[in-house]
């Protein structure tokens, strides 16, 4: 029995395995060797083959056989040169972790691709034919609806090829179909540039749709001659008269927006607006004048009535009746010739009679002044009938 024991014991410190013991963990060392010699051992097992699943890299980084490998490594052994192996041999113990001079050389990698680069694409890569719908962009083979819808998607395409009035025409009537503003002004803007005046206008007026496009596209750019000639030879010049006066209205000095009035004078408005424009201008440059001499009096102080009744606004930009009312009450008995006469105003600018005495009531009796209300209530001039 005892026998037996001994045998156990020496079966268990002669084997390769060992019973378990709280120093394992001490022994990670040995084991670690133990697993790389065990992975070692299986590249027995494996083909030759195999390996090239594994790439190598030299010290640079490079793979181990490639083109720039095998390219610097010629050129490593053939480009040092007598004068790079005397300054090694010259060199000390201590120069050892020193770098080598780089040999010059005059092949590399880039140079390799660029040498490929300058060779003709033909040679490598040729071109594939492109489909034949894609030279439809250059051949102009467009029919007028392919071509408005190409110029709805915001695809470049030509209208030179519309050269007949025809196509022009059907290719403004295919715009107006789509009801698309931008694409219907795109088409307008050819005609306009390969069109008469005439020949465009004509068509334009059966075209109210197109017209009215272009009407709003040269009041955008501005174009205003175009414009007025259209609306000529569409007997609408007043219109395009009546919006460039109504800009009067934006521009808020005197002096300028009397020059903007002079301008408008010549414009085709109809015989009743063109009196009402002359009489525009003529109120405002008048009541420039009667300001600047007003003010002038009222900062002199020498005036009795504007030191009594100092001016509460100015004259300028006010209506006719404003103005008349204004000069019944600080210039009453001024003479006729003056520019501030009321009945200068009323002469001028043909005031009825009894517009006139009601204004001039009402000033006279503003300022109490009752022989002159007496002297408009007794005039025989005047036929006070409804």
Known sequence: ????????????????FKAFTFDDDDDELSQLKESKRAVNSLRDFVDDDDDDDLERVSWTGEPVGSISWSIKETAGNSGLNHEGREQLKSRNSFSSYAQLPKPTSTYS????????????????APELGRPKGEFRDYSNDWSPSDTVRRLRKGKVCSLERFRSLQDKLQLLEEAVSMHDGNVITAVLIFLKRTLSKEVLFRELEVRQVALRHLIHFLKEIGDQKLLLDLFRFLDRAEELALSHYREHLSIQDPEKRKEF????????????????????????????IIEANDRHLESAGQTEIFRKHPRKASILNMPLVTTLF???????????????????????FKIPDKQYVLTALAARAKLRAWHDVDALFTTKQIRWKN
């Open 109 to 124: 990698l880039s140079n390799f691709f660029r040498a490929l680069s300058d060779t003709p694409a033909k040679s490598y």
């Open 1 to 16: 029995m005892n026998r037996t024991k001994v045998d156990e014991e020496e079966y268990w410190n002669s084997s390769k």
């Open 326 to 348: 204004y000069s019944c009450f600080y210039h009453y008995t001024e003479p006729e010739g003056t520019f501030s006469s009321p009945v200068n105003l009323k002469k001028t």
């Open 261 to 288: 009035l002079k301008t408008c004078i010549g414009l085709p408005f109809s015989v009743e607006d063109s009196a009402h424009i002359q009489d525009h201008y003529t109120l405002l440059e008048r009541q420039i």
